[in-house]
């Protein structure tokens, strides 16, 4: 017995020595990997428990050496001494943050610049689905001019130029990482990096080697195709290291195979861990292809803020968890971008909507509207349209205005059994070519599920009793800027087509007249006509055919998961 322990000690003592040189080899290719100050205090405790014991054997005395050398070759790896980060600008997409949460949570990052930089709300616009979002905060252009609806939409959809476009014309480079509606990637003619969002249905990235990150969040879709193998996942870690992931990151993503296995943990949590170790990987490769790469001007986008308020809104209104770790996620790159960024840097913070809980309460709120059936009918019927569920809402998105007015035609003849319309429709002024469609009667009860019809279809085929959303978007976004230049103060209500003004005037970029909001923050450049010549001039990478991410799509809601709907 006495024989096991002091080999089981030498071995310790030994294996913290190697891993502290290990770690110190691999920190040394990149300063950032080791961020876990703890371990080499534990090693270091670990020796000193050694020492009373050291004169009665030798075995003690070469663990507590060992242990007491590796703790300071382990420290001295720890953190980083890289200086200022070379970006003039960084703009930090939160999806669906709300001033609601951050300014209740204890998130430093954004209170210490509230109360430094300028904040207002960025008021959204409706449909309010986040790939049109971003893509007017990108181009400072309503829906109805970058054409960019629904979610069925990629790289070249979009009619005109955005931010990143303009800064390549600029002459600067561009750091490109997951805005939606940036896939398929492109690469930048002055440097830089680009990693597409969570809609890309493959794992291009350029350049190619950060596609480990994508790979991370592709791979059930991956290993469907029968991709993956064996030792695929120790490879795929070496190969994240190498793009930036540190040793804090691997070791959450250890820790959660090892809950995973031994305790199931329920759908929220594992929901909740997924999401926070892709966090921490995108922080991680962002801030580590800042420095490689040194793009003037980038942007790293967020979306857990919105995935878990979808979720989760009734279990964070009831003091939970979930939603809470994104935000302190959020708030802990944000501050990590501030302390990195040089005294000349620039943040600005924008989401492109708000949330809220699901309007209705009782059985009101516990229903969805679907969108497969009604998308066979319309497009079978009408015109071929792009169903997407926000909310108790759904958007019709038709090729033009006037195929719209043959939707809402439609609408008012599909009646339930009593032939009243059931639904009720609206329009979007900024995008007159799609209709709103919201049930007339939101009082569904199981009973009603049973016996109703509408359209001569069963009313199940269009809406499913559930409460599987508990939040929902609303218009109030964020907006924040910091850094050189900015005045502190508040901006107030400030519209979704400012946001690109904004933000060029951040990066030393003109805008141009075509875009119809103004700068909030910074001075402008005197403005261009247009930027809309170089939209032709791009080539996007890769075969353009593979779709979009219909998971992603179905996890969070916008069109129907194909499960039998679940009990309410
Ligand atoms: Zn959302």
């Given at each position: 017995?006495?024989?096991?322990?002091?080999?089981?000690?030498?071995?310790?003592?030994?294996?913290?020595?190697?891993?502290?040189?290990?770690?110190?080899?691999?920190?040394?290719?990149?300063?950032?990997?080791?961020?876990?100050?703890?371990?080499?205090?534990?090693?270091?405790?670990?020796?000193?428990?050694?020492?009373?014991?050291?004169?009665?054997?030798?075995?003690?005395?070469?663990?507590?050496?060992?242990?007491?050398?590796?703790?300071?070759?382990?420290?001295?790896?720890?953190?980083?001494?890289?200086?200022?980060?070379?970006?003039?600008?960084?703009?930090?997409?939160?999806?669906?943050?709300?001033?609601?949460?951050?300014?209740?949570?204890?998130?430093?990052?954004?209170?210490?610049?509230?109360?430094?930089?300028?904040?207002?709300?960025?008021?959204?616009?409706?449909p309010?689905f986040?790939?049109?979002?971003?893509?007017?905060?990108?181009?400072?252009?309503?829906?109805?001019?970058?054409g960019?609806r629904g979610f069925h939409v990629?790289?070249?959809d979009?009619?005109?130029?955005?931010?990143?476009?303009?800064?390549?014309?600029?002459?600067?480079?561009?750091?490109?990482?997951?805005?939606?509606?940036?896939?398929?990637?492109?690469?930048?003619?002055?440097?830089?990096?680009?990693?597409?969002?969570?809609?890309?249905?493959?794992?291009?990235?350029?350049?190619?080697?950060?596609?480990?990150?994508?790979?991370?969040?592709?791979?059930?879709?991956?290993?469907?195709?029968?991709?993956?193998?064996?030792?695929?996942?120790?490879?795929?870690?070496?190969?994240?290291?190498?793009?930036?992931?540190?040793?804090?990151?691997?070791?959450?993503?250890?820790?959660?195979?090892?809950?995973?296995?031994?305790?199931?943990?329920?759908?929220?949590?594992?929901?909740?861990?997924?999401?926070?170790?892709?966090?921490?990987?995108?922080?991680?490769?962002?801030?580590?292809?800042?420095?490689?790469?040194?793009?003037?001007?980038?942007?790293?986008?967020?979306?857990?803020?919105?995935?878990?308020?979808?979720?989760?809104?009734?279990?964070?209104?009831?003091?939970?968890?979930?939603?809470?770790?994104?935000?302190?996620?959020?708030?802990?790159?944000?501050?990590?971008?501030?302390?990195?960024?040089?005294?000349?840097?620039?943040?600005?913070?924008?989401?492109?909507?708000?949330?809220?809980?699901?309007?209705?309460?009782?059985?009101?709120?516990?229903?969805?509207p679907l969108t497969e059936r009604l998308s066979a009918r319309i497009s079978a019927e009408v015109v071929p349209v792009d169903v997407t569920r926000i909310?108790?809402k759904l958007v019709v998105g038709t090729p033009s205005p006037a195929d719209a007015e043959r939707v809402r035609a439609w609408a008012s003849t599909f009646t339930?059994?009593?032939?009243?319309p059931f639904y009720?429709t609206?329009?979007?002024?900024?995008d007159p070519g799609s209709v709103a469609l919201?049930?007339?009667?939101?009082?569904?009860?199981?009973?009603?599920?049973?016996?109703?019809?509408v359209g001569g279809d069963p009313?199940?085929d269009y809406v499913?009793?559930?409460?599987?959303?508990?939040?929902?978007?609303?218009?109030?976004?964020?907006?924040?800027?910091?850094?050189?230049?900015?005045?502190?103060?508040?901006?107030?209500?400030?519209?979704?087509?400012?946001?690109?003004?904004?933000?060029?005037?951040?990066?030393?970029?003109?805008?141009?007249?075509?875009?119809?909001?103004?700068?909030?923050?910074?001075?402008?450049?005197?403005?261009?006509?247009?930027?809309?010549?170089?939209?032709?001039?791009?080539?996007?990478?890769?075969?353009?055919?593979?779709g979009v991410?219909e998971?992603?799509l179905k996890?969070?809601?916008y069109v129907d998961d194909g499960?039998?709907?679940?009990?309410?």
């Amino acid at each position: 017995m006495k024989k096991l322990l002091n080999a089981l000690l030498v071995a310790l003592g030994a294996s913290a020595l190697g891993t502290a040189a290990a770690v110190t080899l691999v920190d040394r290719a990149h300063p950032m990997f080791n961020d876990l100050p703890w371990i080499g205090a534990a090693i270091a405790a670990f020796g000193a428990a050694q020492l009373p014991w050291a004169r009665r054997g030798r075995a003690r005395m070469v663990a507590a050496a060992a242990s007491l050398l590796a703790a300071p070759i382990w420290m001295l790896s720890v953190g980083d001494s890289l200086g200022p980060l070379p970006a003039r600008m960084v703009i930090f997409g939160v999806d669906g943050a709300t001033w609601d949460v951050i300014d209740a949570e204890p998130l430093p990052a954004f209170h210490a610049m509230s109360v430094e930089g300028a904040r207002g709300d960025l008021i959204s616009m409706e449909p309010m689905f986040s790939p049109l979002l971003w893509t007017t905060i990108a181009s400072g252009r309503p829906v109805s001019e970058h054409g960019v609806r629904g979610f069925h939409v990629h790289s070249d959809d979009c009619k005109v130029a955005r931010w990143w476009d303009i800064a390549e014309a600029s002459g600067d480079g561009v750091g490109l990482y997951k805005w939606l509606v940036d896939y398929p990637p492109r690469t930048f003619a002055h440097g830089g990096f680009w990693v597409p969002s969570w809609l890309a249905p493959t794992p291009e990235t350029w350049p190619a080697r950060l596609s480990a990150v994508k790979e991370v969040e592709l791979a059930n879709r991956l290993r469907r195709k029968a991709v993956g193998e064996r030792g695929a996942s120790l490879a795929l870690a070496e190969r994240l290291v190498d793009v930036g992931v540190r040793l804090s990151t691997l070791s959450r993503a250890a820790a959660w195979t090892v809950e995973e296995r031994l305790t199931h943990p329920d759908e929220p949590r594992r929901n909740t861990a997924m999401q926070l170790i892709r966090g921490d990987i995108d922080r991680d490769v962002f801030i580590a292809q800042l420095y490689a790469e040194a793009p003037a001007v980038a942007s790293l986008n967020y979306y857990a803020t919105d995935g878990l308020a979808h979720l989760y809104w009734d279990r964070y209104a009831a003091g939970g968890g979930e939603l809470r770790a994104a935000y302190r996620q959020a708030d802990e790159i944000l501050g990590e971008l501030r302390r990195r960024l040089g005294p000349k840097g620039r943040i600005l913070v924008v989401s492109d909507h708000g949330f809220k809980a699901m309007d209705g309460s009782g059985t009101a709120g516990q229903f969805l509207p679907l969108t497969e059936r009604l998308s066979a009918r319309i497009s079978a019927e009408v015109v071929p349209v792009d169903v997407t569920r926000i909310g108790h809402k759904l958007v019709v998105g038709t090729p033009s205005p006037a195929d719209a007015e043959r939707v809402r035609a439609w609408a008012s003849t599909f009646t339930d059994s009593a032939g009243k319309p059931f639904y009720k429709t609206g329009d979007f002024p900024d995008d007159p070519g799609s209709v709103a469609l919201t049930l007339a009667d939101e009082q569904i009860t199981a009973d009603r599920m049973k016996i109703e019809r509408v359209g001569g279809d069963p009313l199940s085929d269009y809406v499913t009793l559930t409460a599987t959303y508990t939040g929902t978007h609303e218009q109030r976004g964020v907006i924040l800027a910091w850094g050189a230049g900015v005045t502190p103060g508040r901006l107030g209500a400030v519209p979704l087509l400012d946001a690109a003004p904004t933000l060029l005037a951040g990066g030393g970029l003109p805008a141009a007249e075509d875009m119809s909001g103004r700068a909030r923050v910074w001075p402008e450049l005197p403005r261009v006509a247009t930027w809309d010549g170089l939209v032709p001039g791009l080539r996007f990478l890769g075969a353009d055919d593979e779709g979009v991410n219909e998971d992603m799509l179905k996890a969070l809601g916008y069109v129907d998961d194909g499960k039998p709907s679940p009990k309410p």
